[in-house]
T-cell receptor, first 114, second 117 residues
Framework: DGGITQSPKYLFRKEGQNVTLSCEQNLNHDAMYWYRQDPGQGLRLIYYSQIVNDFQKGDIAEGYSVSREKKESFPLTVTSAQKNPTAFYLC?????????????FGPGTRLTVT | AQSVTQLDSQVPVFEEAPVELRCNYSSSVSVYLFWYVQYPNQGLQLLLK??????LVKGINGFEAEFNKSQTSFHLRKPSVHISDTAEYFCAVSSNAGGTSYGKLTFGQGTILTVHP
């Protein structure tokens, strides 16, 4: 089955540690996205990538980093510089043309930093 | 810049009653509009979308929405809800300003629909 996988589903880290969230898709989509979700705030875009080896900052990129070495993979690193990292993180992807506006989402990773 | 406002943070209804979840947007250019649904601790699933054409859009699970350009609204409706419709619903807007192929979505804050027996 085609889709997006995110692992792990739950992640716990101590403050000051970097942590990497995995996102893999087998939909052959060119574009991939990372969102952060906080209660009552909807989804906010962290980073996006339209093609391999290229990515752009979204609305809240500070304290995060990404890479796009393969079409299928778009890992997100939450660094110790992120002041409030505890949140639900969602990865999405889309295909070119008008379909780029229809994004497919993974199941999410809930990160808790204490 | 574009923005989305979902007018109700929570909507409680009884099973088999009709429901309307309200969404207003602001944008200086033509827009594409979406409704997504999120069940607890899961990702988002596309319910329906408006890209062009008929302003009444039908989606999955019996939902529909109407694009009203003059009122800049895209309200979501269902004539008879089920317990299984309990979830959080997000309205989203995107524009094709500049012809970019990047599909930037701006999401509303979400509306939690709770269906009671």
């Amino acid at each position: 089955d085609g889709g997006i996988t995110q692992s792990p589903k739950y992640l716990f880290r101590k403050e000051g540690q970097n942590v990497t969230l995995s996102c893999e898709q087998n939909l052959n989509h060119d574009a991939m996205y990372w969102y952060r979700q906080d209660p009552g705030q909807g989804l906010r875009l962290i980073y996006y990538s339209q093609i391999v080896n290229d990515f752009q900052k979204g609305d809240i990129a500070e304290g995060y980093s990404v890479s796009r070495e393969k079409k299928e993979s778009f890992p997100l690193t939450v660094t110790s510089a992120q002041k409030n990292p505890t949140a639900f993180y969602l990865c999405a992807s889309s295909s070119p043309g008008l379909a780029v506006y229809e994004q497919y989402f993974g199941p999410g990773t809930r990160l808790t930093v204490t | 810049a574009q923005s989305v406002t979902q007018l109700d943070s929570q909507v409680p209804v009884f099973e088999e009653a009709p429901v309307e979840l309200r969404c207003n947007y602001s944008s200086s250019v033509s827009v594409y509009l979406f409704w997504y649904v999120q069940y607890p601790n899961q990702g988002l699933q596309l319910l329906l979308k408006y890209l062009s054409g008929s302003t009444l859009v039908k989606g999955i699970n019996g939902f529909e929405a109407e694009f009203n350009k003059s009122q800049t609204s895209f309200h979501l409706r269902k004539p008879s809800v089920h317990i299984s419709d309990t979830a959080e619903y997000f309205c989203a807007v995107s524009s094709n300003a500049g012809g970019t192929s990047y599909g930037k979505l701006t999401f509303g804050q979400g509306t939690i629909l709770t269906v009671h027996p």
